[in-house]
């Protein structure tokens, strides 16, 4: 009976040990980059269209907001697969000087439904797009990686909603 209890102890923690591993293997990245002149018209919602798909099958959410050339892209998902996505968009010719600003371990998804690229025509409050390129100008000038925090993500969403071309 003993054996049996210590047993199922035993299971619960071995439980609870995988569920940690699996909520912390989350991980979060964050770049910024600019269109080079390789960066078609119709490249955007290209990108959005074919990540939209693939990011689903690499179970990666994330948005992209691109404005004025400069872009700002944040992918959640699985470690590996979010670094070998990452891997090959820094050497996409599409767009030069992809500095990775954030990539750690999180708890929890902040764009777990969101697999969105934000269309460059659409409109944003100006005041939100002076905060965006101030961020961008910010991230691009800094040195090493720092979080991108939750209130960050959150103006890159609202962002988002006003400029989006839903995938
Ligand atoms: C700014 C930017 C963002 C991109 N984001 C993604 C993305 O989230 N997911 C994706 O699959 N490809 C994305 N791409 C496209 C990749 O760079 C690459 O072209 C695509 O994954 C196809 O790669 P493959 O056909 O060599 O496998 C992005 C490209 C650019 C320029």
């Known amino acids: ?57 690499a179970d990666i959410t994330g948005l992209l907001i691109m404005d004025e050339g400069k872009i700002l892209q944040v992918l959640e998902g699985e470690k590996n697969s979010v670094e070998s996505l990452f891997a090959k968009i820094s050497g996409d010719p599409r767009h030069t000087g992809v500095r990775q600003v954030s990539g750690s371990e999180q708890g929890t998804r902040l764009l777990s439904c969101w697999s969105l690229v934000s269309g460059a025509g659409s409109t944003a409050p100006e005041s939100l797009m002076q905060e965006f390129h101030a961020m961008h100008a910010r991230m691009s000038a800094g040195e090493g990686l720092t979080d991108i925090t939750k209130e960050e993500v959150e103006l890159l969403k609202v962002i988002a909603l006003f400029r989006s071309v839903p995938l």
């Open 1 to 57: 009976m003993q054996d049996q209890e210590g047993m199922s102890g035993r299971l619960k923690s071995a439980m609870r040990e995988a569920g940690r591993a699996d909520l912390s293997s989350m991980f979060r990245l964050a770049y910024v980059s600019e269109a080079s002149d390789c960066f078609g018209p119709d490249d955007l919602s290209e990108i959005g269209r074919k990540s939209a798909e693939r990011n689903a099958e």
